[in-house]
């Protein structure tokens, strides 16, 4: 999964997307790079990110996601929401699954998806991105998490989504400290076997520069060493923002992985 934000403050690529040619340059370089699905966000959920109202974020999602089915007709799109209005547009528009960092928490969204015969992302994140870093202590973060993400999966498949199309994200980064990060990459074959596809999203996050020094531009190589728990699962879904080098890696980690007696 390719990021593509059309924000002016996402934490690793803000603005480099907002004009809409540049957003459909970007889709272009995913493509291009081999990323199977990209992910269209409108609003930033990084620490401390301000709100978006409904309106301003359907301008920014809803004409790249249409512009994108029609050039890309075989691409998957992903809509990174939480706001059921959005999420309706978008799937009219063609997406294909709503990325909910809330996890489908608004009022009437897993319906809607259920109705639509998408698919749904459900990511667990402590409060909201304004606050989300002020409370990062877990008495067991994996259990707490997975126990968590299992009920909303649950809430999910009895709305009427197919068991399939219900993704479980545990949400690297929000809400979580250093350690807490750890602990749930280590952790994901365990949430694989709830019995969900699953994704992680640990790509240029604030836990890989604390625990190497690297600054946002130089992250690339912990983001590759973060996704290796994903190595080897069969339903597994990484979101990075450099696809090219991702597929090089996730190759290669395939196949050590295959030849390992």
């Known amino acids: 999964m390719g990021v593509l934000n059309r924000t002016p403050d996402s934490f690793s690529d803000g603005g480099r997307s907002f004009e809409l040619d540049d957003a459909l340059r970007r889709a272009e370089e995913l493509v291009e790079s081999g990323a199977d699905i990209i992910d269209v966000g409108g609003e930033s959920t990084r620490p401390g990110a301000q709100p978006v109202d409904a309106p301003e974020e359907l301008r920014r999602v809803v004409p790249v996601i249409s512009e994108i089915r029609r050039r890309w007709p075989g ?24 990325n909910d960092v809330t996890a489908g928490s608004a009022p ?6 259920a109705r639509s015969n998408a698919g749904i992302v ?8 304004r ?11 994996v259990a707490e998490v997975h ?16 068991s399939h199309r219900v993704w479980l994200d545990p949400g690297i980064g929000f809400g979580k400290g250093d ?35 690297a600054d946002l531009a130089n992250r690339l190589p912990g983001t590759l060493a973060a996704l290796s728990p994903a190595v080897g699962i069969e339903r597994a879904v990484v ?18 992985h295959e030849a390992s007696p």
């Open 108 to 113: 009437g969204i897993l319906d809607l998806v």
């Open 147 to 162: 126990e968590y993400l299992r009920g909303r999966a649950a809430a999910a498949v009895s709305a009427g989504i197919p």
């Open 179 to 213: 350690e807490g990060n750890l602990a749930l990459l280590a952790a994901l074959p365990d949430l694989a076997a709830i019995g969900h596809p699953v994704l992680i999203g640990p790509s240029n996050k604030t836990f890989i520069g604390h625990l190497t020094g």
């Open 75 to 98: 691409v998957v799109l992903s809509v990174d929401t939480s706001k059921i209005e959005v999420a309706a547009s978008s799937l009219d528009a063609g997406a294909d699954l709503v």
């Open 131 to 141: 606050t989300m870093q002020s409370d990062i202590s877990y008495a067991n973060v």
């Open 239 to 256: 979101r990075v923002h450099d696809a090219s080098a991702t597929i090089q890696f996730l190759e290669i980690a395939r196949r050590l």
């Open 122 to 129: 459900l990511m667990h994140m402590r409060g909201e991105p």
